[in-house]
């Protein structure tokens, strides 16, 4: 298996509603990123783990709180979203160590009204 | 500053014409990745550049990576309408701090290619 798979594909959510993005993968990586990609710009990294450890956090603001329950599993809860931060959310996991590569999910469009 | 560029940002090709897109970086780093996006899609994973030297080719795409004039080169030949989509390189910088890589990106090359 050499997939790694988000959910929900597209969410539309109010800036008082929480709601958590998913994302899972089975190839035994044990490094795992999301990223945040606005229209025509390069994805943009927000966290990492590593070993389900927060190993980077790119000064994401605290209404964006990851969470790594187990090695293939990756969570990002949402809270009090502005509208600027409508995007498309992608999870990607890798091997750990520097420099492997990355697998990327299909992403989750977000939409934040 | 740690920089990604690639040029050009955008690129209008004929079918059957050849082209080549660039990517500068400015720090150190051992491999370079190329990924393609198609609108509202997701990054496939296109090329892993490991070494300086290396060629890698598949169809229509060929990458080449200098590590010590820190450049790579996407070369598209004979283009094809299903190639047009926008094209990212991405590096790994070696003396990142973390345990854990942070893949930089170049803006991307959005490339069209029409009949």
């Known amino acids: 298996d050499t997939e790694v798979t988000q959910t929900p594909k597209h969410l539309v959510m109010g800036m008082t509603n929480k709601k958590s993005l998913k994302c899972e993968q089975h190839?035994?990586?044990?490094?795992m990123y999301w990223y945040k990609q606005k229209a025509k710009k390069p994805p943009e990294l927000m966290f990492v783990?590593?070993?389900?450890?927060?190993?980077i956090n790119e000064s994401v603001p605290s209404r964006f709180s990851p969470e790594c329950p187990n090695s293939s599993l990756l969570n990002l809860h949402l809270h009090a979203l502005q509208p600027e931060d409508s995007a498309l959310y992608l999870c990607?996991?890798?091997?750990?160590?520097?420099?492997?590569?990355?697998?990327f999910g299909p992403g989750t469009r977000l939409t934040v009204t | 500053e740690l920089k990604v560029e690639q040029n050009p940002l955008f690129l209008s090709m004929q079918e059957g014409k050849n082209y080549t897109i660039y990517c500068n970086y400015s720090?150190?780093?051992?491999?370079l990745y190329w990924y393609r996006q198609d609108p509202g899609k997701s990054l496939e994973s296109l090329f892993v550049?490991?070494?300086?030297?290396a060629v890698k080719q598949e169809g229509r795409l060929m990458a080449s990576l200098d590590t010590k004039a820190r450049l790579s080169t996407l070369h598209i030949t004979a283009a094809v309408h299903d190639l047009s989509a926008t094209y990212f390189c991405?590096?790994?910088?070696?003396?990142?701090?973390?345990?854990?890589?942070?893949?930089?990106f170049g803006k991307g090359t959005k490339l069209s290619v029409k009949p």
């Open positions: 990607a996991s890798s091997q750990a160590g520097l420099s492997y590569e990355q697998y």
């Open positions: 190839m035994g990586h044990r490094a």
């Open positions: 783990y590593s070993y389900e450890k927060l190993s």
């Open positions: 720090t150190t780093s051992d491999r």
């Open positions: 550049l490991l070494s300086n030297g």
């Open positions: 991405a590096v790994v910088p070696l003396n990142y701090g973390g345990s854990q890589g942070n893949l930089i």
